[in-house]
C-alpha cells in the first residue's frame, strides 16, 4: 500500500498537460481494445466463444496503458488510498479524476470516430457496423441498477489488477498481474465507464451512417435504446457511479487491512 500511496500522490501532483495528453492515450489504448474485440467477436455466432476470445484480447488495452504510464480514469480511482495514508488531498485527487475522466473520454472518441467515418466498421459489407450499432443499443438499455451494480464488479477487478502489476518485478510479471483480472471482467460482461465511451460512441456513430444505419434496419436490428440522451443517462452515469464505488472500495479495503496500527 505504501507504493501506491507515493504512486498515486505522484499522479495528483502531475501538470494538468501531461495529464490531459496522458488521459487521452489511455482512452485511445482501451478504445483499440475495444475495436479490437469487435472485430475479432462480430463474426462469432456462440456466446461463449466470443466472450472467450474478448476475454484473451481486451486486457492487452490496460496492459499498455501500464507499462506507456498513461493515465486512466478506473486505475485513478486507487489514488484513495494516497488520501487515507495522507499523502494527498481530496481537491488533487478529485482534480486528477475530472482532469483524466474528460481526457480518457476524448482518447475514445477519437479513435471511434476513426472506425466509423473512415472505414474500420466495413468488414463484411458493414457486419461490424451493425454488430457495433447492436452492442452498443444493448449497453443503453440497461436498468440504471444493472448498470451500476456491473461497473462495481468491473473496477473491483480493473483496480485489483493495477495493483498486481504494481507488485511484478519484470515487464512480464506486470502484464500477467493485470491479464487475468481483466480478463475476468470482460469475460463477465461486466461494465467500464472507459470502454463504454468507445463502445456506445463508435455505436452512435456507425448510426449516423446511412449506408450502416439501413443495413442494421434490412437485418431487423432494433436501436431505438441508442440515442446520446440514454447513452449518458442510462449507461456513462451509473457505470461511472458504480467503478468509482468499486475501485474507491477496494483501495479503501486494502488500506484498512493493511494500515500499520
Keep these: 500500500m505504501a507504493l501506491y500511496a507515493q504512486v498515486g500522490s505522484a499522479k495528483t501532483k502531475r501538470p494538468t498537460a501531461q495529464l490531459v495528453l496522458l488521459g487521452i492515450l489511455a482512452g485511445a489504448l ?3 481494445g475495444c475495436a479490437a474485440t ?3 467477436a462480430y463474426g462469432i455466432a456462440d456466446t461463449w466463444t466470443a466472450r472467450m476470445v ?4 481486451f486486457p492487452f488495452g490496460l496492459g499498455m496503458v501500464i507499462m506507456s504510464g498513461a493515465e486512466l480514469f478506473t486505475g485513478n480511482c486507487l489514488i484513495a488510498i494516497s488520501l487515507l495514508e495522507r499523502q494527498c488531498t481530496p481537491a488533487g485527487m478529485l482534480r486528477n479524476w475530472a482532469i483524466v475522466y474528460l481526457s480518457n473520454f476524448a482518447g475514445a472518441l477519437l479513435v471511434a470516430a476513426g472506425c466509423a467515418f473512415f472505414g474500420q466498421l466495413n468488414y463484411s459489407g458493414g457486419l461490424l457496423a451493425v454488430f457495433t450499432m447492436k452492442l452498443a443499443a444493448g449497453k443503453c438499455a440497461l436498468p440504471f441498477q444493472n448498470a451500476f451494480v456491473l461497473a462495481i464488479l468491473c ?3 480493473v483496480c485489483l489488477g493495477v495493483i498486481l502489476a504494481m507488485t511484478a518485478k519484470d515487464t512480464a510479471g506486470r502484464f500477467i498481474g493485470a491479464f487475468l483480472p481483466v480478463c475476468y471482467f470482460v469475460i463477465c460482461g461486466f461494465e467500464h465507464c472507459v470502454a463504454n465511451m468507445y463502445y456506445i460512441p463508435a455505436g452512435l ?4 451512417v ?3 444505419a439501413q443495413l ?3 437485418m431487423g436490428v432494433n436501436l431505438s435504446a441508442l440515442t446520446v440522451g440514454n447513452f449518458l443517462s442510462r449507461n456513462l452515469l451509473p457505470v461511472t457511479l458504480g467503478n468509482l464505488v468499486g475501485g ?13 496500527k
Aim: aromatic content about 8%; some cysteine.
Design 216 to 218: 442494421a434496419a434490412e
Design 54 to 57: 474478448c476475454g484473451l484480447l
Design 248 to 260: 474507491v472500495g477496494i483501495a479503501a479495503l486494502l488500506w484498512y487491512c493493511n494500515r500499520k
Design 210 to 212: 446511412p449506408a450502416y
Design 205 to 208: 456513430m456507425a448510426k449516423a
Design 30 to 32: 482501451i478504445a483499440l
Design 155 to 157: 473496477n473491483l477487478l
Design 38 to 40: 469487435n472485430t475479432a
